[in-house]
């Protein structure tokens, strides 16, 4: 039986409310300011939480530097129950100082299976990487994590740090890993393909490489990483604005044909290197996908994906999902919906435009 969230947008109403049966509780409070004694007073209340198994804590756009959360966090005390966590946390102040108090707190955490840390948009070095995923290595009972770490200082030596800490997680099955925008180059991304690629229990993949420095060796170290994930069952990428050529999207493709058990997988590769010819190779990569049952890809303009006989004659995938906000007409979103319709077996075709 699902329990009911308890979710509260103001710190009055949470005050008041009966603390000691909470269970599930949500506190979105990225609408109102939390200076220093509203975070000490929240820190009071969460404490009183005693029976909680699910919090999401949402403090987003708060100009939250490292003081602030050590008012929140340091003194919290552990429960013993929870076992999902979700902390929203992008666009604030957060240094390596304050991700080490929060990474102190997190060790405290020890029964979660399911950890969710939304830190886009602050300040975090390398070691504050290094830290988060040391830390989610000594919690065994993780399945589930989810990073999103766009935005940041990392560079290449962060992105060596994400890959030492991943290789060190070896029960999660679940991840979601977004890197966008933090100067991430070839050398970098092949340290984090090594990272998850270790994670041997891995279903679910999705990670975001947006608007990095990703190049041809770069794909060819995605593609070798994958195939090493012969676990997987549901993939998303999105490696939009980089600077891969066609040369490095095959190889991205011929690395998943070893993903045997793959039944779900989208993808986005817009404003890189790949002409015309080379989306019709990725589609004619689709034929060594046996079990692929659902697709999604982001798409633009003339691109020839959908056009291959190999796509077209695919005898497995049964839904398609377009995302064609890039289209810069609706001749162009027309013509990708009419090229998916022809697609023999396919059952269901739906667009979004996000």
Do not use: W
């Amino acid at each position: 039986m699902e329990q009911q969230m308890n979710e509260y947008n103001y710190l009055e109403d949470f005050t008041k409310s009966n603390k000691s049966a909470i269970t599930h509780l949500s506190l979105q409070y990225s609408n109102i300011e939390m200076r220093d004694q509203k975070l000490i007073q929240l820190s009071s209340q969460l404490a009183e939480c005693t029976q909680l198994i699910s919090l999401i804590l949402n403090l987003e756009y708060q100009n939250l530097e490292d003081d602030g959360i050590k008012l929140l966090f340091r003194d919290l005390q552990q429960f013993e129950n929870l076992n999902t966590l979700q902390l929203e946390l992008t666009k604030n102040q957060i240094q390596d100082k304050g991700i080490s108090i929060l990474v102190q707190y997190l060790k405290k955490c020890s029964k979660l299976t399911k950890l969710e840390l939304g830190l886009y948009d602050n300040q975090l070095c390398p070691e504050g990487c290094l830290e988060i995923l040391e830390a989610v290595s000594t919690i065994n009972t993780i399945q589930y994590l989810e990073l999103q770490l766009g935005k940041n200082q990392l560079n290449e030596e962060g992105a060596n740090q994400i890959g030492i800490g991943l290789s060190k997680c070896q029960n999660i099955t679940n991840l979601v890993l977004f890197l966008n925008g933090n100067q991430i180059n070839d050398i970098g991304t092949s340290s984090i393909v090594t990272g998850f690629s270790s994670c041997r229990l891995l279903k679910l993949l999705r990670f975001s490489l947006l608007r990095n420095q990703i190049k041809d060796e770069g794909a060819n170290a995605i593609g070798e990483g994958l195939r090493k994930c012969n676990t997987l069952i549901d993939l998303e990428f999105y490696l939009d604005n980089n600077q891969i050529s066609d040369q490095g999207a095959k190889s991205i493709f011929i690395g998943l044909t070893e993903c045997s058990l793959l039944k779900n997988l989208s993808f986005s590769l817009i404003d890189n290197l790949i002409s015309n010819k080379g989306y019709l190779i990725l589609g004619q990569q689709l034929c060594f996908f046996p079990n692929l049952l659902s697709l999604g890809c982001d798409l633009n303009n003339e691109e020839q994906f959908l056009k291959s006989i190999e796509i077209i004659n695919c005898k497995n995938i049964k839904i398609m999902v377009l995302y064609l906000s890039q289209c810069s007409s609706q001749r162009q979103q027309d013509q990708h919906f009419t090229k998916a319709l022809k697609i023999k077996r396919l059952v269901k075709l739906q667009s979004l435009f996000i």
